[in-house]
C-alpha cells in the first residue's frame, strides 16, 4: 500500500498518531483549525498566532463542537477568497432563502401575459399626463427569488459605501484600542509572553475584512429578502433598481396587496404597472436622480465611526457562549451607528429626493388612471396607508442606511407638485426635474406655495437662460452638483 499524505484520519507518516502537531502547517494546531486559520488569513498561521490560540486552549475543544464551528465558518467565508465590502453571494443566497422560507411560487405564461398587457395600457395613459417619455414598453413579471438576483447589483451599488465606511470605523476603532495596549495588559498566558497586543491586528485583519463583509452580507441579505417578499415591483422604493427600464410586477406580491382591498385585481395591476410606469420613466428621462440619490449615500458613509463605548455596553449584557445573540448584539451597534452633522445633512438629501420621486408618481399615477379606473381614489389612498404604516423602502433603509421615510415628507412632496402643476401646467412640473439646482428643496417642501409662486416669478425664456448659465459655470452636471445660489442648501435646519 502506497503511503498515506497527511490527513485528519492520518496526521502524519511519521511520528505518535495521537500527535497532530504535524499536520498541514505544523503549528501544533489541529488541522481543521490550521485549515480554517489559513483560509482566513490568506496564508499559513503564524506561529506566535498558533502559540496564542494553544494557550487559550483551542486545541483541547471538544470533537463536535470543533467540527461545527468549523463547518459554520467555513460556510460563512466559502463564497469569498477576496475581502470584499459586502459578501454578495452569502447575501444573494440568503435573501433567496428568506423567501423561499415563506414561499415563492413561479410565475406563469397567463400571469406574464396580463402584465404585458396591462402595461401598455397603462403607458397610454401615462402619454396623456406626462411629458416624459417612455423608454421602451418592456416587462418583466417575476418571482421574488427572480426580483432578487435582478435588483442585487443595485442593492450592492447602493450599499457598499456604507458597508466600506462600517469595515474601516471597525479597523480604526480596533486600532485605536490595540496601540493603547502594551505588554501584560492582557490577562497572563492569553498571548506569548514578550508579545506586543498590537501585533495582533496585522493578523487579525483579513479574518476582520472578511466577516465584516460576511456580517453586512447577511444583513444586507435578510433585509432585501424581506423586501422581496413584499415590494410590488421593480422600483418601488424609488429607486433605479431595474438596470433595463423595464416594467417589472411581482404578480404573487400584487395579489397579496388586492386581497382585503375590495377591489378588482385587474384595477389594482393597472394602477400599480401605471405607477411603475411612471417611476421607470422618471428615472430614465431624468439621467442626474439617481446619480444624486448614490452621492448622498456615499456621503453619508464617507463619515461613518464607531461607539466602541456602545459596543462595550451591548456586549455586557449578553451571553457570549450565544453566538446568534452575540451577532446580534454586534450588528444592532455596528449597523446603526450615530450619525454626525455631515451624515444627517446627507440623509436629508436623500430622503427629500425619495419623497419628491414618490409625491411626483402619486400625482402623475393619479392624473393617468382617475378617468380609467372607477377604484383610483381608493387605490391611492391603500398605497398612501401602507406608506404610512412602514412601506418597504422605510424599512430597507432603516436597517442599512439609517434612513427612516417619514410619511409626511411624501404628502409635503405630492401637494408641491399638485400645486405646480395647477398653477402652471404639466410641463413646468415636469421641467422642474431639468436640474439638480433648480429641483425643489427640503426648504421647498416645508413651503410648497412659496415654490410655486417663485416658480412664477420666471417666464420660460428666463428658466432656460439660467439652467444654461448653470451648464456653463460647471462644464455640464457630474450628478452630483447641489444648489449653488445658496438658497434651499441641505443641512441640519432643513430635517
Known amino acids: 500500500m502506497p503511503d498515506l499524505p497527511p490527513s485528519a484520519d492520518n496526521p502524519s507518516a511519521e511520528g505518535d498518531p495521537d500527535d497532530r502537531s504535524t499536520g498541514a502547517g505544523s503549528s501544533g494546531l489541529p488541522p481543521e483549525i490550521e485549515q480554517m486559520l489559513a483560509r482566513l488569513t490568506g496564508g499559513p498561521v503564524d506561529p506566535e498566532m498558533a502559540k496564542a490560540l494553544q494557550g487559550m486552549g483551542i486545541d483541547k475543544v471538544d470533537p463536535a463542537m470543533l467540527e461545527l464551528m468549523t463547518g459554520q465558518m467555513q460556510a460563512m467565508f466559502a463564497t469569498s477568497t477576496d475581502a470584499e465590502p459586502i459578501n454578495v453571494s452569502l447575501a444573494t443566497d440568503t435573501a433567496r432563502r428568506t423567501v423561499g422560507e415563506s414561499g415563492d411560487p413561479s410565475v406563469g405564461d397567463a400571469a406574464r401575459r396580463q402584465l404585458a398587457q396591462a402595461a401598455q395600457v397603462a403607458e397610454l395613459w401615462l402619454d396623456e399626463v406626462t411629458a416624459f417619455e417612455a423608454p421602451g414598453i418592456t416587462t418583466h413579471a417575476w418571482s421574488r427569488a427572480e426580483w432578487v438576483e435582478a435588483t442585487m447589483p443595485a442593492w450592492r451599488t447602493l450599499v457598499e459605501p456604507v458597508a466600506e465606511g462600517v469595515g474601516r470605523a471597525i479597523g480604526d476603532a480596533m486600532r485605536t484600542q490595540l496601540q493603547q495596549l502594551g505588554e501584560g495588559a492582557l490577562p497572563e498566558g492569553l498571548l506569548p509572553a514578550g508579545m506586543d497586543p498590537a501585533q495582533l491586528l496585522g493578523q487579525m485583519e483579513p479574518m476582520l475584512e472578511r466577516m465584516s463583509g460576511s456580517m453586512f452580507g447577511l444583513q444586507v441579505g435578510q433585509a432585501v429578502g424581506a423586501l422581496a417578499s413584499e415590494t410590488v415591483s421593480g422600483t418601488e422604493v424609488g429607486l433605479p433598481l431595474v438596470a433595463d427600464r423595464s416594467v417589472a410586477l411581482l404578480p404573487a406580491n400584487v395579489e397579496a396587496f388586492a386581497d382585503g382591498l375590495a377591489v378588482d385585481l385587474e384595477q389594482v395591476r393597472l394602477y400599480l404597472c401605471a405607477r411603475e410606469a411612471a417611476r421607470v420613466r422618471l428615472f430614465s428621462e431624468v439621467p ?22 456602545r459596543i462595550e455596553s451591548a456586549l455586557q449584557s449578553v451571553d457570549p457562549s450565544d453566538v446568534n445573540a452575540l451577532q446580534s448584539a454586534l450588528q444592532d451597534q455596528l449597523f446603526r451607528p450615530d450619525p454626525s452633522a455631515t451624515q444627517r445633512a446627507a440623509l436629508v438629501r ?5 419623497a ?117 459655470e460647471s462644464g455640464g452636471s457630474d450628478g452630483e452638483g447641489g444648489r449653488s445660489d445658496g438658497e434651499g442648501g441641505y443641512g441640519e435646519s432643513d430635517r
Open 356 to 472: 419628491l420621486v414618490e409625491g411626483w408618481v402619486d400625482v402623475v399615477a393619479d392624473r393617468a388612471t382617475r378617468n380609467h379606473l372607477p377604484q383610483s381614489a381608493a387605490l391611492g389612498e391603500a398605497v398612501r396607508r401602507r406608506r404610512a404604516t412602514g412601506g418597504p423602502a422605510e424599512k430597507v433603509f432603516a436597517g442599512l442606511v439609517g434612513l427612516e421615510l417619514r410619511p409626511r415628507r411624501l404628502r409635503d412632496a405630492a401637494n408641491l407638485w399638485a400645486a405646480l402643476e395647477a398653477r402652471h401646467g404639466q410641463d413646468a412640473r415636469d421641467a422642474a426635474w431639468g436640474h439638480p439646482d433648480v429641483a425643489p428643496t427640503a426648504a421647498d417642501l416645508d413651503d410648497p406655495l412659496a415654490y410655486v409662486d417663485r416658480v412664477g416669478t420666471s417666464t420660460d425664456s428666463d428658466l432656460d437662460a439660467a439652467l444654461d448659465e448653470l451648464l456653463n
Open 288 to 309: 442626474w436622480l439617481g446619480p444624486q440619490l448614490m452621492a448622498a449615500v456615499r456621503d453619508y458613509a464617507r463619515d461613518i465611526s464607531i461607539d466602541t463605548d
Open 350 to 354: 436623500l430622503e427629500t429626493y425619495l
